[in-house]
């Protein structure tokens, strides 16, 4: 069983920054490929961020693009999401996600597996 937990959400000022990590246990991370998503209130879950597990590709939404940056610490089976210039339609909670292979996707679906979430409110 694979468990995801992300950490680092918050309450922060419009251009203020924050720091999203999620740590993964429970399997072999080394041929996965890790996104994050998020949800606002009332709205379908969007993707953010993926990075492949090994090489470094990544994929970015254009909303986040220049703003957001996508890591990981393979050591440390953990990825983070910086986030910079951060704006109040960026409000919601982020969620990360994990699939096998190499293949960086922006569908949910691709994913099979999810942590619990963290909120990240951005005031104006």
């Known amino acids: 069983q694979v468990r995801l937990v992300e950490s680092g959400g918050g309450l922060v000022q419009a251009g203020g920054s924050l720091r999203l990590s999620c740590a993964a246990s429970g399997r072999t991370f080394s041929t996965y490929t890790m996104g994050w998503f998020r949800q606002a209130p009332g709205k379908e879950r969007e993707f953010v961020a993926a990075i492949r597990w090994s090489g470094g590709l990544t994929s970015y939404a254009d909303s986040v693009k220049g703003r957001f940056t996508i890591s990981r610490d393979n050591a440390k089976n953990t990825v983070y999401l910086q986030m910079n210039s951060l704006k109040p339609e960026d409000t919601a909670v982020y969620y990360c996600?994990?699939?096998?292979?190499?293949?960086?996707?922006?569908?949910?679906?691709?994913?099979?597996?999810w942590g619990q979430g963290t909120r990240v409110t951005v005031s104006s």
């Open positions: 996600a994990a699939k096998q292979g190499p293949s960086v996707y922006s569908s949910s679906s691709a994913y099979e597996y």
